[in-house]
């Protein structure tokens, strides 16, 4: 059983930033590409940002020089650096563990608010 907890979130100003990391008991992260998801009251979750067993990423257009995803193997934790962050960033942040093509593990969420 993988049990995946976040940490980092908060209130910031637009413009801010802010660290979210994930870390992990049960699983090793090295194994697995892993992401990123976060979601809107009332709106489908989605993705983020990837992060490949290679360390390749993939990010969603609207973060793409915003926000910077990484894993560090030997800590067992993942991140997510977000700057310029703007108030449409506002969401519930979550951790993925893709363990296969149908199976994932999930952290209980994080919320990221940001506001003026």
């Known amino acids: 059983q993988a049990q995946l907890v976040e940490s980092g979130g908060g209130l910031v100003q637009p413009g801010g930033s802010l660290r979210l990391s994930c870390t992990a008991s049960?699983?090793?992260?090295?194994?697995?590409?892993m992401a990123w998801y976060r979601q809107h009251p009332g709106k489908e979750r989605e993705v983020v940002a990837q992060?490949?067993?290679?360390?390749?990423?993939h990010y969603a257009d609207y973060v793409k020089g915003r926000f910077t995803i990484s894993r560090d193997n030997v800590k067992n934790a993942m991140y997510l650096q977000m700057n310029d962050l703007e108030p449409e960033d506002t969401a519930v942040y979550y951790c993925?563990?893709?363990?296969?093509?149908?199976?994932?593990?999930w952290g209980q969420g994080i919320q990221v608010t940001v506001s003026s």
């Open positions: 049960g699983i090793t992260f090295s194994l697995y590409p």
């Open positions: 992060i490949f067993t290679d360390s390749n990423t």
């Open positions: 993925n563990v893709k363990f296969s093509g149908v199976l994932n593990y």
